[in-house]
DNA sequence: CGGACGTTTGAGGAACATCAAAGCCTGTGG
DNA sequence: CCACAGGCTTTGATGTTCCTCAAACGTCCG
């Protein structure tokens, strides 16, 4: 793995303090002196289309907090298929699983240009002695894994394809905290929603001509509100 | 709810650090002085097959070890039909979610006859500050919710209903640690799988037919080694 | 301009859901 | 002890959905 690595002006403590997405991110609760046990600067990863931050079974030494783009975690199965379980967008952790000493459980790709920074298992370890507030955090991005898993398996996997389509539809939406982003690829929703890219592109299609969502290049705006009522009219 | 309530001779200390479960539960790494700071008795309850241990949107005051028997987490759609999310078998937490003081996400039903015992939050946080060995185990526990979650999503819910019935089949031996077990109801079967009971007893009776599988009333036994080939000859 | 890649659309067939009825345990009450 | 009701499972017949295969179309890049 050669990932582009940014060098920041202002690498150093100011640079995680100040950082846009600390809030939501692991380093969320710390105070400005815990930031004194670690090794800085962190390290910052750039990562284009495709590329991977990591392969499943590969050893697991840092965590990962996404600062923009979006990331899918990627099973394969054997006969090439493959299944996305979980997207991970700015704030959310990559490689959680490092945190236990197990390798990591799925392979990391970029859907988007990404960027991340390269969290030490070592340093995670130091800040846990230190205080208790890295813990609390940790509990809530976990909360997050069990939360997404939730909705993966309860809405996204479930019924008719047209209605899994859409409730992907209202959930990116959901995320994105804007009824406009960038859609996946036709490919990429069907290996969310387990099923192909043909009935995909089939219902989307259906959802256009019904005037419900608009595509142009890349990005999709929805009715969210259309979808709701098409949703729960199908119920 | 009025689950029925057990009290122990060896109601105390000695009751919890002597517990058949504890090295797998969430009190696992806690030294024998940790105890001291509970709330001694611990609550536990049995639940017969089909009680409700909570509902989806319970606020959450306390998890659950699950001490003998099986949970399933079930999500409830509009419309009747309901998806088991997870399931718990002794050493594992039930209602983990109430750590970050949000309700219970999913409704957790006992699959067979069970034992539980209640750990309040306060509990919890008490333990928290006073020592790191509970993050540690917090951590590994919330590691297991993510581990089975990509099993579900990556193997049983994708591929030929066929294949995701042995899937499961090997999936609860390994949990099991044998190939001899309960096995759930096909409606369960169903649910977890997202295919339907009739589909579930089809493959079954085929399974039965090729000598793969062997039933007697509840209790299954399977051919391990002749299912994992069967899988493999078909991926 | 041409090639690679993703999307769209179509026709056909297989897999699975649905509906329905019969069979089988289990517990209950006569 | 047997009869019977209720729940769960089994099996069958039918229909729909969605997958598969295939070809045409569009878009992005060299």
């Given at each position: 793995?050669?990932?582009?690595?940014?060098?920041?002006?202002?690498?150093?403590?100011?640079?995680?303090?100040?950082?846009?997405?600390?809030?939501?991110?692991?380093?969320?609760?710390?105070?400005?002196?815990?930031?004194?046990?670690?090794?800085?600067?962190?390290?910052?990863?750039?990562?284009?289309?495709?590329?991977?931050?990591?392969?499943?079974?590969?050893?697991?030494?840092?965590?990962?907090?996404?600062?923009?783009?979006?990331?899918?975690?990627?099973?394969?199965?054997?006969?090439?298929e493959y299944r996305i379980v979980r997207l991970l967008r700015p704030g959310d952790l990559a490689g959680i699983e490092a945190l236990n000493a197990r390798p990591y459980l799925n392979q990391a790709i970029a859907m988007q240009d990404t960027e991340v920074c390269q969290i030490s298992l070592a340093d995670v370890e130091l800040l846990n002695e230190r205080t208790p507030h890295l813990c609390r955090k940790l509990t809530a991005l976990w909360q997050q894994v069990q939360n997404d898993a939730d909705i993966w398996l309860g809405q996204l996997t479930v019924g008719a394809s047209a209605k899994r389509v859409v409730r992907l539809l209202l959930y990116l939406a959901d995320v994105a905290e804007t009824s406009e982003f960038l859609l996946p690829s036709g490919e990429d929703m069907g290996a969310i929603l387990a099923i192909t890219k043909e009935t995909v592109s089939r219902t989307m299609a259906e959802l256009k001509r019904q005037k419900l969502v608009f595509t142009e290049n890349q990005t999709v705006r929805i009715d969210y509100a259309g979808l709701k009522q098409w949703l729960d009219a199908r119920s």
């Open positions: 793995m050669k990932l582009i690595k940014i060098n920041h002006a202002w690498d150093g403590k100011d640079g995680c303090v100040n950082c846009a997405v600390r809030k939501q991110a692991l380093f969320g609760e710390l105070t400005r002196d815990d930031f004194d046990v670690l090794h800085l600067p962190i390290p910052e990863f750039r990562l284009s289309v495709g590329e991977t931050l990591y392969y499943a079974g590969d050893a697991a030494n840092s965590v990962y907090t996404v600062r923009s783009g979006m990331l899918k975690l990627v099973d394969f199965l054997p006969g090439g």
